[in-house]
């Protein structure tokens, strides 16, 4: 059984060696059981957060009472206890605030707020905002570990009348890099002004000039971070906003994640959420937005067979992934494609990056902000993670307790395990977490503690 342990110092590694030896000679048998005794005596437990997690994490929380896996709570693992995980789709942004950031709500850290799901990677300010909470104010206490990968689709709604054709992709529309980034900016206001992949709008009383009107969520969202992380790739000149001259990749942070370019005439849906957003571009014609892939499928409106897909006015939209000596590849957010039957998120040979940092981050008690793709990938180039925010120490928070972190400890443990909720993942349209992750994030699960 291998032991992931984050090391924060050096050491002689003839040193580690006669430790390890020592420890061999040392440990009594009952230590190198196969189960922990603790295991699955925790209670039931609530977490709350972003919609991009909802449909893996309702999969989790059944298949966590009922798997086989070694790492799950059945009823014959451990401790033969069966404590139920609960997870209420709130969105990103009010389940960061549960915990404290921006001080907006009375934080709650209790079983029925015992973890927060979010797709947006967090900075070291927000970090620091949560720990503020801790009755002794502890850094390195809080972490994101990341659970899966999600595409974030670019979704569109034509003007009346018109549907699409493409080069590459006949029934839709194609958008190459520079495109994407020129109609969140602003630059790009009209179907006719897409044309890089030989796009053309068709059909009687269709108006190709029609303008186009950008959907952007109305609440903080891993999807709009991911989406903007990207979109600095592609331009990381200083944009004006309201909140003044920023960049791309300041906007994807924090408070300013809802904030978009003076330029851009966006509309808001009315409410929060994943939903809110699709239901407003399927409901305005000539409309673009963008979200979680899983939950854009599963809510049919922009690939069944007659409502939504190629050939009508509601699809996602391919994204250029490479361009070679002036030949442009663009690829799916879907490994299928933009069809009915649900599949995975075209994320599997994502390569990833965090700027002049090596990539993964050496914990996840660090910042997972800067992580991004980039402008050059054999798959789908709006890729990104899902987390879970947790601690290492909850008893610095008030209203937890040892049966709480012990939940929360085993459902991570089971989530992040290879053969238990990362297998689980295979046809919902997300990707399991690639290989170089993996042990941050099963560090992450095992050091959960009260």
Known sequence: MKVFQRHRSGAPAAALASLAMLAACTVP????????PNQCSGVEVTGQGASSNSIAQGIWDAQFNTSGDKLACNGSQGSKGKPQVHYTNTGTGAGLESWGEFGKVTPNYGPTNAFVGTSEAFDSTTISEIESNESTPT??????????QIATAIIVNLPAGCTASSTPDPGRLVLSQTALEQIFKGDITKWSQITGGGDALSGSGCDPT?????????DQSGPTHY????????????????KGSLTWGELSEGSLNTTWPSALAAVTPAKKGEAEEDNKVASTPSSIGYGNLAEIRAGGKFSKTGEGGPGTARFWVPIESENKKGKAKYSDPAENGDVEAASNANCKKTVYSRGSEPFPPPTVEEP?????T???EKTYPLCGFGFVLTTTRYSLFPGTSKAEAQTVHDVLGYITDKKGGQAALAGHD?????????????????????
């Open 374 to 376: 980039s402008r050059s």
């Open 139 to 148: 850094p390195e206490t809080i972490e994101t570990v990341p659970v899966l």
């Open 430 to 450: 997300y990707a399991p977490l690639p290989k170089a992750v993996m042990g941050e994030a099963i560090a992450g699960a095992q050091a959960v503690s009260y």
């Open 227 to 242: 989406l903007k992380r990207f979109l600095n790739l592609i331009d990381s000149s200083p944009l004006a906003t309201a």
């Open 368 to 372: 997972w902000n800067q992580v991004t």
């Open 29 to 36: 048998a009952p230590a190198l059981a196969k189960t922990n």
């Open 210 to 218: 029609t303008t186009i009107t950008p959907v952007v969520r109305f």
